[in-house]
């Protein structure tokens, strides 16, 4: 969370002494100019911050966050020992900024298949400390100052902040509950874009629209009907998808996780986003 310069900053002396007995000083004047950029108005506060505060707080149980109460699986575990015990130093050492090239090579055979086409592992893949970092980059390379960028409501809670922090300007277009059927309990599904209404939303400065299937917080997974409406008005207005895709594995009761880059149109507009964190039920590994 970005917070303004606390009091350890703006109010303490500090004077320490370090090895050859020099005096290292830090002024208590307080600055007059705005520590926090402008653009960061508003957004400086994080949820999930609040909410691990609250059950902690009151010994509830937390559901704001996405991280399991059970172990990684043994051959996860048992590959992360053989790695960091065995004899080779350079594996931890740098290596590509990217990605390590053994690891992208098979993350682009892997979903190669999954997206039928054939994924060059040096100029498809990249490899970023968890999807959030991810997301980050995709926004901080991708938006301009004055675009437009199409978020989902209900939507994951960093979208937003993320797109101001590049210069753009978040436009919201909402899923909208639909009666369920007689005598059916009301599901994920039942949330739906207005066709008409998302249209709408897109214009000459959208640069892209951020898509999360299945959806946080709903769960919703996106149909192919539904995506392949997305799809068009992206075509359409020659702007980029965002999918976020890190729940691509929790998908239930015969429904069917369609990869957007896969429908027509979309492979040269979509950046996908998968998380072995949320894959591998190792969430703080990043």
Known sequence: MLRRAGPSLRHVLLERTNGVGHSLRFSKAKMSRPVQARRLEGVDKNIWVEFVKLAATYSTVNLGQGFPDFPPPDFLTEAFVRAVSG?????????????????????AQFFGKLLGRELDPLANVMVTVGAYQALFCCFQA????????????????????????AGGTPVFVPLRAKAPKAGKLMSSADWQLDPAELASKFGERTKAIV????????????????????AELCVKHDALCISDEVYEWLVYDGKEHVRIASLPGMWDRTISIGSAGKTFSATGWK
């Open 87 to 107: 004899e080779d130093p350079m594996l931890h050492q740098y290596t590509r900024a990217f990605g390590h090239p053994p690891l992208v090579e098979i993350l």
């Open 142 to 165: 991708l938006v301009d100052e004055g675009d437009e960028v199409i978020i989902i409501e209900p939507f994951f809670d960093c979208y937003e902040p993320m797109v101001k922090m």
């Open 211 to 230: 898509l999360n299937s299945p959806n946080n917080p709903l769960g919703k997974v996106f149909s192919r009907g539904e995506l392949e409406l997305i």
